[in-house]
């Protein structure tokens, strides 16, 4: 697939690079790639992409973080015909072997709303004068996913409830989000059955994935340059900015304001990438 790669920072035995996958038209599988040499690659955005590496298919999202162990073979199957924004971390003195990596070499985590936030930061130092700063950032991320718990590809009814999750709309005219009871009828299962496999399988309750989604929307907007937090609160589905305010404080561990101030194009972390 085609795509285009903007190096940020080399040094320390590693690279970082933000890369843009261009999707062609339609969900099909890419040609079988190899990696160079170990790498992370963090979410920047929002867009799903499947990831097959020897017999598994790994579903992955804005909270999504892949481990390529080394020689790694794998294909990509974007879901819509968008461009995927990406933060790719290369090189050996950075990317050791993760534990509970895939035999295909692969290992996928789930990032926490305060890891992905100091992403999106370092990101926008990373070409500027913070750069050392900024790469120590990026380092102590990889390392933390080391011991990080390995998400199995999803299956059954909790893929199929994920998938739904990931459906939901956000902005005027999108649905009301789904109930638990809701979704259990959706993938014929229990709530009780439901609920318990799918924090058996991801380390999470179904509210803190769509909580854990909607504050990484947020981060992605702000990113972009989102100023109105009112109408940010709305889109997300919140009842007032105070209470995406609130949420935000408590989940990412700083608030609305200073996040814009970080992460937006006209931020004192940095100019716009």
């Known amino acids: 697939m085609p795509q285009d790669r903007t190096l940020l920072y080399a040094g320390r035995g590693f690279e970082v690079a933000h890369v843009r996958l261009h ?28 990831v097959r590496a020897g017999e598994h298919t790994w579903l992955t999202d804005a ?50 709303p305060q890891a992905l936030y100091r992403m999106h930061a370092a ?20 390392a933390e996913l080391g011991s990080a718990p390995h998400q199995a590809p999803w299956h059954g009814a909790v893929a199929r409830a994920r998938q739904l999750l990931l459906s939901e709309g956000n902005g ?19 709530p009780f059955h439901l609920a318990r496999r799918f924090r058996q399988q991801t380390g999470l309750s179904l509210h803190q994935y769509r909580q854990h989604l909607r504050l990484a929307a947020a981060m992605e907007r702000l990113a972009d340059g989102e100023r109105d937090l009112a109408g940010l609160a709305h889109d997300l589905g919140y009842c007032s900015q105070s209470h995406l305010g609130a949420v935000f404080r408590r989940g990412v561990g700083v608030t609305l304001g200073e996040a814009r101030r970080v992460l937006g194009p ?5 100019a716009r990438i």
């Open 172 to 190: 005027p005219g999108a649905q009301p989000p789904l109930s638990l009871d809701e979704l259990a009828e959706a993938v014929s299962r229990s």
């Open 266 to 270: 006209a931020g004192a972390a940095g």
């Open 63 to 112: 909270l999504t973080a892949i481990r390529f162990g080394d020689a790694t073979a794998y294909r990509l199957r974007p879901e819509t015909a968008t461009v995927r924004h990406s933060l790719v971390v290369s090189g050996q003195a950075s990317v050791s072997p993760a534990h509970g990596e895939s035999a295909a070499g692969v290992s996928v985590c789930l990032l926490t």
């Open 123 to 142: 990101r926008r130092q990373l070409p500027d004068t913070d750069s050392a700063q900024a790469a120590a950032l990026v380092a102590a991320l990889v």
């Open 23 to 50: 999707a062609p038209q339609g969900p099909t599988w890419s040609d079988l790639y190899t990696v160079a040499s170990p790498r992370v690659v963090f979410p920047i955005g929002r867009t799903r992409l499947d």
